[in-house]
């Protein structure tokens, strides 16, 4: 996740991207959500980047989405 945000600051989207993927399937396989939100948020942030708006805003919604499904609430 944090290489993910390295990467992304590197200007190396498409590494970063497949970063955030590899840690969001590792964080759900073992119930992190904070590291999976974390990861969804980075996503999001990465797809902004390149361009990909319309699938940036899926992305943050269903970060939002699984916060609320796991109880967060700010």
Same mark, same amino acid.
């Given at each position: $996740?944090?290489? *993910?945000? %390295?990467? $992304?600051?590197?200007?190396? %989207? =498409?590494?970063a %991207?497949? +970063?955030?993927?590899? =840690? @969001? #399937?590792?964080? @759900? #396989?073992?119930?992190?959500? !904070?590291? =999976?939100?974390?990861? @969804?948020? *980075?996503? *999001?942030? +990465?797809?902004? !980047?390149? *361009? $990909?708006h319309?699938q940036a805003?899926? /992305?943050?919604?269903q /970060?939002?989405? @699984? =916060?609320? #499904? ?5």
């Amino acid at each position: $996740r944090s290489l *993910g945000f %390295f990467l $992304r600051g590197q200007s190396q %989207f =498409a590494d970063a %991207f497949q +970063t955030f993927q590899q =840690a @969001l #399937e590792l964080s @759900l #396989e073992s119930n992190n959500y !904070d590291h =999976a939100l974390s990861s @969804l948020n *980075g996503i *999001g942030l +990465t797809l902004r !980047d390149v *361009g $990909r708006h319309s699938q940036a805003i899926d /992305c943050f919604q269903q /970060c939002l989405n @699984l =916060a609320r #499904e796991v109880g967060y609430r700010n």
